[in-house]
């Protein structure tokens, strides 16, 4: 079955980068997702990328992509603490047309 | 972002109870889900549906009952919920299956 796995928490201070990492093991997978959740709040798509890529870059977003090791990653530059949020990657798998999510990551960003 | 509403925000229901979530797009979507996020495990698909057929339906308990009268709203009927039923309740639409789900806000429901 499909599995798409996420480190729990990752804390960084203003400023620095941020590197939220996933790993999924379909390999049939179209689109690679990342999704941001402030509290209380539903899921805001922040940005995808297609499987046929393996990076993409949007303002201060950086998604890499490695097909061979089946993992995702995404950078947030000068990562602020209007950040702090739940990081969720997904991806979609065609065959099925499911998106399947990985457990989410949490960012605190500490001033 | 108001492209995917959800009412009530907040929900608060006796196992005896029944009342349903609202959803509505405003995207002009084809494709619409229910989601479930509860504390302890990821996000889990409930129901597919496009353009008003139910295409999924990942073995949800009969107490959660989908309804999709036309490709802007989206109901889930919900009766004799159990207090694990307590989760955040996510609608998404696409415009296909097969796009990219965008999400909104969610009802929050604690079943007593």
């Known amino acids: 079955g499909e599995d798409v796995e996420q480190s729990l928490f990752l804390s960084v201070r203003e400023g620095d980068s941020s590197v939220i990492n996933c790993t999924y093991t379909?390999?049939?997978?179209?689109?690679l997702y990342w999704y941001k959740q402030e509290p209380g709040a539903g899921l805001q798509l922040l940005t995808y990328?297609?499987?046929?890529?393996d990076m993409k870059q949007d303002q201060r977003l950086t998604v890499l992509l490695n097909k061979k090791d089946k993992h995702l990653s995404l950078r947030i530059a000068d990562t602020q603490t209007g950040d702090s949020a739940i990081y969720f990657c997904?991806?979609?798998?065609?065959?099925?047309?499911?998106?399947?999510f990985g457990g989410g990551t949490r960012l605190m960003v500490k001033p | 972002e108001t492209g995917v509403t959800q009412t009530p925000r907040h929900l608060v229901m006796g196992m005896t109870n029944k009342k349903s979530l609202k959803c509505e797009q405003h995207l002009g979507h084809n494709a619409m889900y229910w989601y479930k996020q509860s504390a302890k495990k990821p996000l889990e698909l409930m129901f597919v549906?496009?353009?008003?057929?139910?295409?999924e339906n990942n073995s949800v308990p009969s107490r959660f009952s989908p309804e999709c009268p036309n490709s802007s709203h989206l109901f889930l009927h919900l009766h004799t919920l159990q207090p694990e039923d307590s989760a955040l309740y996510l609608c998404?639409?696409?415009?296909?299956?097969?796009?990219?789900?965008?999400f909104g806000p969610g009802t929050r429901l604690t079943v007593l």
């Open positions: 990328i297609f499987s046929n890529m």
């Open positions: 379909d390999s049939s997978s179209t689109y």
């Open positions: 549906y496009s353009l008003e057929e139910r295409v």
């Open positions: 997904a991806e979609l798998i065609n065959a099925g047309n499911m998106l399947t």
């Open positions: 998404a639409s696409s415009p296909g299956v097969t796009d990219t789900q965008y």
